[in-house]
């Protein structure tokens, strides 16, 4: 079961970053995903659970609940988190509804939002029996998989904008105008960050994932190296500007992409 719920919310992922505009949704966009992303995650749940892994029809059923309901919460309003956190009266500490406080809250939202991905799959492990059968382990890497290219980037690059947040709450220096790093996966808009982590990020989390399936952790070992080794420059030359926000955002950035290869290899061998 857990394979079957790792792929449908890996559908329900692509469905829910293929509208956003700069991190944001419009309304528009809301209903038409809806309209979109539920017919889809019924239709697939239902060809993957009872033919392919032979499932019952109440636990079909469940699994696409689960998904779909996962799927509307991230397609939740702007607005009406803002209501939430005036309600809970988070403007006293800097996060109001202003359009900064606003920024500031939707890297919160999004990863709590993941973090309810996180608590469903852990949930499914617990409660349900392993397959142990390849089929089930083929739709747990092909979700795995998904999971871990954007939807992956976007949970690091939030990671980082919550904590140049806190550098910025606890007085440290931060360069200005800079967004969070695309190191393993981050968006970047400026020029001063490191390059190509949209792409070394999903490679680097998937490489990991291969290796971990075929039982190499010395070749696990070498890739983590080898990024530190090939990211040394960049650091070197940001010590040097007494600011130490690559470094920062490197060690932050790779532990968290290497976390979620992990969790990725751990879900595969647990489907």
Known sequence: MTALLVLLLAAASAVDGSGRVGGRLSRMSVRARLLVGVPVIAVLGVLVGWPILHRGAWGVVVVILVAIAWLCCGLVPRTWWERLSRFCQWEQAGWGASEVGADRLDPLIRLVHAGLLLLAVSLCVVVSQPLRSQVAEM??????????????????????????QSSRGSGEVVAGGCRPSLESGGQDESGSSMRGGRWIGPLERILILLLASVEAPAAIAAIVAAKGVIRFPEISRDSQGKTGQKAEEFLIGSFASWILAVLGAVTIHLA
Do not use: E
């Open 139 to 164: 739709v747990a890497v092909i979700g795995i998989v998904v999971l871990l290219a954007v939807p992956a980037n976007q949970v690091v690059a939030d990671i980082l904008a919550v904590a140049r």
